[in-house]
């Protein structure tokens, strides 16, 4: 099956830096998305992005499918943006989500 | 709008006995996907639901079950509980594929 991986695993800033966090897949997909995971464990929608470019706030990301990466970029960050983040892609014959492992942030006042 | 919810919100079982939980899809939604997620780990797909029909499923044993409802509404059923089934469990809805938004789970433990 499709294999996901994100890295890093682990990002520690300090309020006000900027992070870029990156997904691979190992094969075409259909559906990317980005989820923000809070410490009560809601998933919240980032970016559906599977192809391109999308801004949202200090968050974008750009899906470059035929190299089988994305990236989600934020700026400016804020203790609020701690949490785990994930994304998830729908392969082309598949009618399920895969998620990645995950890249942990952690932003220090 | 509105939007994904789960029930219960946590949920402390024994090893061996049955649970089901609990999921209302977003309005408009006719399909459902069931995750689990343990702890420190990323949500792994169980099944989809479609119009009330299986659709896919992922690495589970039959004891993992389920059923969607005409109005779209779902329930995972889990017999003989195992330990290793305490995890936080996660449903999404979306307009078959597409892009899909997340209930706040629920968070069973087994004893």
């Known amino acids: 099956g499709i294999q996901v991986e994100q890295s890093p695993p682990d990002l520690i800033l300090q309020e006000g830096a900027n992070s870029t966090l990156r997904c691979n897949f190992s094969?075409?997909?259909?559906?990317l998305q980005w989820f923000h995971q809070n410490p009560w464990g809601q998933l919240i929608n980032l970016f559906y992005i599977p192809s391109g470019t999308k801004q949202n706030g200090r968050l974008s990301a750009t899906t470059v499918a035929t190299e089988r990466y994305s990236l989600l970029y934020i700026s400016s960050s804020q203790t609020t943006d701690s949490g785990v983040y994930f994304c998830?892609?729908?392969?082309?014959?598949?009618?399920?989500?895969?998620f990645g492992p995950g890249t942990r942030l952690s932003v220090l006042p | 709008e509105t939007g994904v919810t789960q029930s219960p919100t946590h949920l402390i079982k024994t090893r061996g006995q049955q649970v089901t939980l609990r999921c209302s899809s977003q309005?408009?939604?006719?399909?459902v996907s069931w995750y689990q997620q343990a702890l420190g780990q990323g949500p792994q797909f169980i099944f989809q639901?479609?119009?009330?029909?299986?659709?896919g499923r992922g690495n589970f044993p039959p004891r993992f079950s389920g059923l969607q409802f005409p109005n779209y509404s779902s329930e995972l059923n889990v017999n003989a509980l195992e330990l290793d089934d305490s995890a936080l469990y996660l449903c999404?809805?979306?307009?078959?594929?597409?892009?899909?938004?997340f209930g706040p789970g629920t968070r069973l433990t087994v004893l």
């Open positions: 999404a809805s979306s307009l078959y594929t597409g892009q899909q938004f």
């Open positions: 309005s408009g939604h006719n399909t």
């Open positions: 998830a892609v729908e392969t082309l014959y598949g009618q399920n989500f895969v």
């Open positions: 639901y479609y119009r009330e029909e299986e659709n």
């Open positions: 094969d075409s997909v259909n559906n």
